[in-house]
């Protein structure tokens, strides 16, 4: 059997990531870069293989990682319930908004999913069971099926791992099947696929609504790890790291989002103490040079040199 | 005293009036807005950044140089235009042939630096603006007070609209203007240097931007946020009033103004939504905007 170098890539860094919480790199770290590595894979559905940008997918995040973070407290749910309501939440809430969203395209798309997230902003801000701008703290981890508890750093770790390999295989299974290139046909040229009888609206829909659930997901995930929902994961910055993560690491490829993540969140990390008000300007400027330099994002940039390579 | 809904009418007097002064800024910004993107293709979410920078430019006027509101009217839409010159030529020049997208993601960048930047030098608290001697104080029209500053924003700032609407839709240059958005390689070939005329257009609109920050300054507070929630609220009047039309944009920027304020008194918690809630009413009843045409 014939591996394939991507895939001996793939094998080699899954194994590294098993490996990562024994050779002392912290869990909880490890895991949030997981968890936005989820998100932005979701939102690369859309920006990457539908040429569509949202500005609402911060809403999806926020909104689902408040309803797990609600079944867990207050109604004292099960976590494998919690996380599927939480990640449902953002599905009937990707539904709604599509709904009205895909009635333009382009740059229209774009700003009328930011205002919409607006809204959803302020719904949370003034919902009674969100807690205002304090959020829901003290969410606990609970168990899986009554089988494994995932209060220790090291099984939820595993769990998330496990969860975002699932989801990274659904996702190039999505991209690959003959709905995925139905996609590309359309963010290619839209009339044309019309014109050979796809119906390219119920297509986007679907594409939104699928990435809204995996977004919603990645949000349910993130409570679960780091135990609190808060207002700032509904907000447009949110939205805005997102993007510069799936753009940073390549648009459209499918380890870029997951790269794009890993940096945005490391860099936070690494900043947020020190430099204050600076890591925004820092973000800024990485979506400037982004723009400017190079607009297929690092994983693309390096395909499309080993392509000329290949050709040369 | 008259009662409409229980409700006094000098609240829903005054709520129409804070109401209008707002919509005196959508209108503002909207146009602006519309207008860059008539010309150069890009969705300019640094228009929120812009309208803040003048409001401080009007505020360290003062505070660093002595320099007071007169000159700040002339001074910070001046300043902000000249930035906007130079990221035009630096950064946006260059991506008039790629997709939009990317204008609209270069100028969020944009507006993240400019956010990050002052929080830093100014902090994050906000910063009040004395309002200018000449324009203190209420003036008695029978049936209730008007501050006389209120009124001098709504006048100005529809003047100001009323000028750039006659300069785009009625003059020579205005024409020039819209025969190179059409069509830019047949204007270029008569003579007339285009890509000048978008980095003034480009200069022009922000400098309304930086302007409708002038006039803000003394009834808000000036502080570093004040941009980034405001140019979402504008881009929804955009959408609501269809980017193409210049008049559209500014009817509907007053209108929604005017619905806001009245729905600050009617049911309060909605005022920060109805903005959003009417887009999507809209959206579903006329994709194209009140104004556009598709």
Redesign the interface.
Known sequence: MQISRTNIFYIVLLLLALLAPWVGVYPIFLMTIICYAIFACAFNLMLGYSGM?SFVHAAYFGVSSYVTAWLLTANAWSTPGALLVGALASTVLGLLIGL?AI??S???F???T???A??VY??CL?APFMGGENGIQGVPRGDLFGLISLTDDLSMYYFVVVVFVLIFLFIQRIVHSPFGQILKAIRENEPRAESLGYFADHQKLLVFVLSSTLAGLAGSLKTLVLGFATLSDVL?STS?EV?LMT?LGGAGTFFGPVLGSAIVVALQNLLSDRV??????I??????I???AF?RGIVGEWLAYQDRKRSA | MTDIFGIPIQVILGQLLLGLVNGSFYAMLSLGLAVIFGLLGVVNFAHGAFYMLGAYATWVLLDVFGLGYWWALLLSPLAIGLIGIILERLFLRHLYKVDPLYGLLLTFGLSLIAEGVLREVFGSSGQTYPVPELLQGTMDVGFMNLPIYRVWVIVSSLTICFFTWYLIERTRLGATLRAATENPKLVQAFGINVPIIVMFTYAGGVALAALAGVLSAPVIQVSPLMGSSLVIVVFAVVVIGGMGSIMGSILSGVGLGIIEGFTKVLYPEASNIVVFLIMAIVLCWRPAGLFGKE
């Open positions: 940008l009205i009635r333009r382009g740059i229209y774009a700003m009328i930011l205002a919409l607006q809204l302020f719904v003034q447009q805005g993007i753009m204050g008000s600076w890591v925004t300007v973000i800024g400027a990485i979506f400037v982004c723009v400017m607009r």
